[in-house]
């Protein structure tokens, strides 16, 4: 499995294994943490992006796998991606320079994913 | 003086004074920092709604009033606004409540600012 | 008025106004935060106790001033509070002192209300 | 080795090393970490469960898996567990669901330890 | 009283406050945390300075106004301070700004105390 | 490869990437980010202590072992270094501590590079 394999292998079993649990807080906040990013005055790829760099200053490697995950169906262009990364960094600081490289990584495996790992 | 006239004339006031010490890297940070916003791939409405919502899940109430007067000279409607402040709350958490109180309190007077103080 | 009536009649009126500008997600996630702090496997005053340290070692001033009024009722001693505070402390270092100063001091403020102010 | 055994055995062999370092306030502090979770007004498993969503909100994996091994052994039960993650996630967001994810693994190989590795 | 008297007299007071309390971890906290910064293999200035840049960049206004105060005794020029604020917002982003604004004007403050308020 | 050169090789590799973008506002980020450590009325050590611990009290595993690598290289001793992470502790709380023990790691493998991995 490539990085992108794993990633989305890995959180659906855990979010399965949560659900499980039927804590009752829980299962709502995943859902309205899904509706929060439908279309509406602003539409779903903005609303994405604007999950994308809170997620990147916040530094949380796997929210920010998420949304790139998410805006890269919806037609995220690369240079769109680098202009949301260089607000997250004068915004959240170097700080966030590894999480950078790490999300540089993982959008370059979802543009051209890798044949065999 | 009103909260966005106050806001305005100290953060004015005070970025005048750090200039004036002529450290070059703040000075250049700064500069910086305006560029970040200028159009490009992303349109610039769509930046500052960016840099409101990374403002708001670290929880810069200044911050927050920046972009929201940005944003506010940009067309941005209220609907669009809480949108942005919804995301910020799922993902930045209940914290941010006390912050999007403030925020909407100052986007109001944005709106609708008092005749006198 | 003072600090807790102060503290109460700002958080009151914003969350109305809030509220008024019928953005679902935020509704529901209010809603939610309500939902989160009721009595199950833990009681109410434990799962207050939680909502207090998460906020003081996220140093949300509000959110802290918030679950002393309610850990207050729901007869918390002097005691307890400062042992709360002094794992928040340990957990969450020396930056939260400053907070736990202004929580101190609204906790004395219910537990002895000034006459005027 | 499984997951909890890993953790164990790094903590301790690290901590280990810390100490040998000499440094007085670093060892102090160690010591008081340890002081601070000491059944007083609050008893012991209370005050873990304080240092359990302290951590998670703070989104330290490694402090969740500390606090996890301590509830554990004093008798918190699943149900527990989730109503202190159902609270971390409402008050720091959705950047806690990666967090809760790798902390019910960890729980689960606690109540579970895999056999082989 | 100006803004350093203001700030030195209601930390003291909430001090004394907290230690009346007499819970063991927090006075071992606070003692711990004095000890910190004595002179070592690093001395004392270099110490408040680092103690200084990890308020700037954790957003800590009454810590970054505590450490002003001690490195303006200890001799730090001003430009000193403006290096370590620009390193501050290097490392921790534009959310810094604000932070600086005040804590510049608080150190023009200790250089030059306003003769009545 | 230890974690050394790996740390150092993948920072390499994902840096050039990022360049190649060619994203201007992220290029002169970096570009600042490297002149803010230059030496000026603090010494170079200085400044990249300050990184340092600017680095651990925001728990940014990667940023701490760049500059443990900047500040070796600059002849700081291991004293030195553990009193930057006592304070680093202190003022940033226990959550620090597994950044702590990972620090340690980097640092003596620094100090005393494996043969063999």
């Given at each position: 499995m490539n990085k992108v394999e794993e990633f989305n292998a890995y959180r659906e079993k855990m979010n399965e294994r949560i659900k499980s649990a039927d804590n009752k807080v829980l299962k709502r906040f995943f859902s309205l943490d899904n509706q929060a990013?439908?279309?509406?005055?602003?539409?779903e790829k903005t609303k994405e992006l604007l999950g994308l760099i809170a997620s990147m200053v916040l530094r949380c490697d796997d929210c920010i796998s998420y949304h790139l995950g998410t805006v890269h169906k919806l037609g995220a262009t690369t240079e769109e991606i680098f202009e949301v990364f260089s607000i997250a960094n004068l915004v959240g600081?170097?700080?966030c320079i590894p999480h950078t490289r790490r999300a540089v990584e993982f959008w370059d495996e979802l543009n051209d994913p890798p044949t065999a790992d």
């Amino acid at each position: 499995m490539n990085k992108v394999e794993e990633f989305n292998a890995y959180r659906e079993k855990m979010n399965e294994r949560i659900k499980s649990a039927d804590n009752k807080v829980l299962k709502r906040f995943f859902s309205l943490d899904n509706q929060a990013y439908q279309s509406g005055a602003l539409d779903e790829k903005t609303k994405e992006l604007l999950g994308l760099i809170a997620s990147m200053v916040l530094r949380c490697d796997d929210c920010i796998s998420y949304h790139l995950g998410t805006v890269h169906k919806l037609g995220a262009t690369t240079e769109e991606i680098f202009e949301v990364f260089s607000i997250a960094n004068l915004v959240g600081g170097s700080i966030c320079i590894p999480h950078t490289r790490r999300a540089v990584e993982f959008w370059d495996e979802l543009n051209d994913p890798p044949t065999a790992d």
